[in-house]
């Protein structure tokens, strides 16, 4: 494979009401760096069907209440669903915002309105195209709104990675992998936020790379999404460096 197939929309760019950290320049730095390695292929918005699979009425309608915010929001989940479609072929990523593992059944917040990673994962499965995943949240914060998702949802596994070392930080992500050939989809939601000039103050640019290799080894139909990552300077470099670790998984 000499590329990654990349979810992407200009609709990301859009300067939607959320905090100064949040911003567009995010895509467009990552976008800058990857373009050479990237496929990049247009997403659908989801629809309303593919957001009750996770969310309360209440919560969509909250949303609505914006509709620049709403339509964004619903062409980030696309662009995860799109990313999962793709990895039944090749490991993909979704380049996309908002961003959405903090937002739940009936609350959001963390700069995240509809939770694009349980969207995608949800959608898969009631259309039968896999029985089962395994999601690992490799972002600094915690995945509070996936786990409110799929706590009780069998056919979902969830491991949240939460180190204070790189060392533990590996081992975790070795422990988290052992199992993951035995499921029919394996899906990360990957904050960039651990950087070492970030706020988790951890990972060095090559970690990124050694992640996605061991994540992309351990299960050929794997996807990833963006969640966080606001050093922007750098940020552009660290995603290409993930997906440089997925091209040599595949290769």
């Keep these: 494979m000499?590329?990654?197939?990349?979810?992407?929309?200009?609709?990301?760019?859009?300067?939607?009401?959320?905090?100064?950290?949040e911003c567009p320049d995010r895509i467009d730095k990552i976008y800058s760096h990857i373009r050479d390695i990237a496929d990049f292929t247009e997403p659908d918005p989801c629809d309303a069907s593919d957001l009750a699979l996770c969310h309360s009425e209440r919560l969509i309608r909250s949303v609505?209440?914006?509709?620049?915010?709403?339509?964004?929001?619903?062409?980030?989940?696309?662009?995860?669903?799109?990313?999962?479609?793709?990895?039944?072929?090749?490991?993909?990523?979704?380049?996309?915002?908002?961003?959405?593992?903090?937002?739940?059944?009936?609350f959001n917040g963390g700069?995240?309105?509809?939770?694009?990673?349980?969207?995608?994962?949800?959608?898969?499965?009631s259309e039968g195209r896999i029985g089962n995943a395994l999601i690992v949240d490799i972002d600094l914060h915690y995945g509070n709104?996936?786990?409110?998702?799929?706590q009780e949802d069998?056919?979902?596994?969830?491991?949240?990675?939460d180190a204070a070392s790189r060392e533990d930080f590996f081992n975790d992500l070795?422990?988290?992998?052992?199992?993951?050939?035995?499921y029919d989809l394996l899906c990360c939601s990957a904050g960039f936020d651990t950087y070492i000039n970030d706020w988790g103050s951890l990972l060095l640019t090559e970690d990124y790379r050694r992640a996605a290799?061991?994540?992309a080894s351990s299960n050929p139909r794997f996807f990833t999404i963006l969640e966080g990552g606001y050093y922007i300077p750098d940020l552009g470099i660290n995603v290409r460096a993930?997906?440089?670790?997925?091209?040599?998984?595949?290769s």
Aim: charged share 20%.
């Design 145 to 150: 709104g996936t786990y409110d998702i799929v």
């Design 242 to 250: 993930y997906l440089k670790g997925l091209l040599e998984a595949c």
């Design 64 to 106: 609505q209440r914006d509709p620049i915010t709403y339509s964004v929001a619903c062409r980030s989940a696309g662009g995860a669903i799109k990313a999962a479609e793709l990895a039944l072929q090749c490991p993909s990523f979704a380049l996309i915002r908002p961003p959405g593992h903090h937002a739940g059944q009936d």
């Design 111 to 125: 700069f995240c309105f509809f939770n694009n990673m349980a969207i995608a994962t949800k959608r898969l499965i």
């Design 213 to 215: 290799y061991m994540l």
């Design 154 to 161: 069998s056919r979902i596994s969830f491991v949240n990675i």
């Design 2 to 21: 000499d590329k990654i197939p990349v979810a992407y929309s200009k609709d990301f760019l859009t300067d939607y009401p959320t905090v100064d950290c």
């Design 174 to 182: 070795e422990a988290a992998l052992k199992n993951a050939s035995s």
